[in-house]
């Protein structure tokens, strides 16, 4: 078990080290750590989602409902109760508040799900997490926060945010190609319709670099940013690395879900915050400090939190 856990979670700290690493020695900055993330949001990822879904089996994908709600479920409440708390009830404002939940409700599937989830359950199967992850996220998460942070941009007397129109940026997020990829498979799925082999695997060839490129650019970013910890980032670590898997599991236990969906939504949400976090922390020019102190803590702490874990789902 201990090896088990070693290997499926030791290479995502380490290449986000290593990331770290290449920052110090300056071989790349953070605009050049942008690029690997353009590269994986709208090329890596977009591939291996819709060839991992077309390798699916339909019976098992069209089977795994209930994992698709509590995965949807989960991560929206744990993106609106800790935004209410944050700014209704402890007084943040909107746009540290925001990101705070975004931090806490938007597990990295995207960035570290494939070298954990892949590794523990084969990339065919994390694929239907990742993806579902990855969607709430585009759909929900992204589009809600950039209305709010350009709420608080203007509150603060910043008018260079983008459009503040909610429906603008749904729409936004449906030309994302990390969003009508797996759409697209998903259809091609339910209708049976055929892609030649070859092709699936010329097209998965670029979506292999997806984890190790995404976390390698974190780590150049975390560099360019004064890591500390204080109340705020311990909360959002301790939310998001140990209460919403938690939580996620007590709702698995309560529905009876299968062994194997159960492990493999509480795990997703046991993934440390997505990088977005971080990108549009410095794109509105708020809590960026907070934002990456709390991505390192929740990628270096999993190690021991993702592991504790699945160690419990084991017994």
């Not at 994390?126 to 203007?154: D, K, M, N």
């Not at 690395?241 to 159960?262: F, H, R, S, T």
Request: aromatic share 8%.
């Amino acid at each position: 078990m201990a090896s088990t856990i070693f290997n499926a979670l030791l290479p995502a700290v380490l290449t986000l080290l290593l990331g770290v690493f290449a920052g110090w020695q300056h071989d790349f900055d953070e605009p050049e750590a942008s690029t690997f993330n353009r590269l994986v949001l709208r090329y890596a990822l977009p591939l291996v989602l819709f060839t991992g879904i077309l390798a699916t089996p339909r019976s098992q994908f069209f089977g795994d409902v209930p994992l698709i709600v509590v995965v949807v479920s989960t991560m929206i409440a744990a993106y609106f109760i800790p935004l209410l708390i944050a700014h209704w009830v402890v007084g943040r404002d909107l746009m540290t508040s925001t990101l705070q939940a975004l931090a806490i409700g938007g597990p990295s599937a995207a960035f570290v799900g494939l070298p954990v989830l892949g590794y523990l359950f084969g990339e065919t199967a994390a694929t239907i997490p990742i993806a579902v992850a990855s969607l709430v996220i585009s759909l929900v998460h992204i589009p809600v926060s950039i209305v709010l942070l350009s709420a608080g941009a203007a509150q603060s007397g910043d008018t260079t945010g983008p459009p503040k129109h909610l429906q603008d940026h749904i729409v936004d997020a449906f030309k994302q190609p990390m969003v009508w990829a797996p759409i697209l498979a998903t259809i091609f799925l339910a209708f049976a319709i055929p892609i030649p082999e070859a092709i699936r695997k010329s097209l998965a060839l670029l979506g292999h670099a997806t984890g190790g490129v995404a976390l390698f650019a974190s780590g150049v970013i975390l560099y360019s940013r004064r890591v500390v910890f204080n109340l705020p980032v311990g909360v959002s670590v301790l939310s998001r690395n140990v209460i919403v898997p938690a939580l996620v599991w007590a709702l698995v236990v309560l529905l009876g879900l299968p062994a194997q969906a159960g492990r493999e939504a509480v795990l997703t949400l046991a993934l440390p915050s997505v990088v977005l976090c971080v990108v549009l922390a410095v794109h509105f020019r708020a809590a960026e400090q907070e934002m990456a102190s709390v991505l390192f803590f929740t990628t270096i702490l999993s190690l021991p939190t993702v592991g504790v874990f699945i160690w419990l789902l084991s017994l």
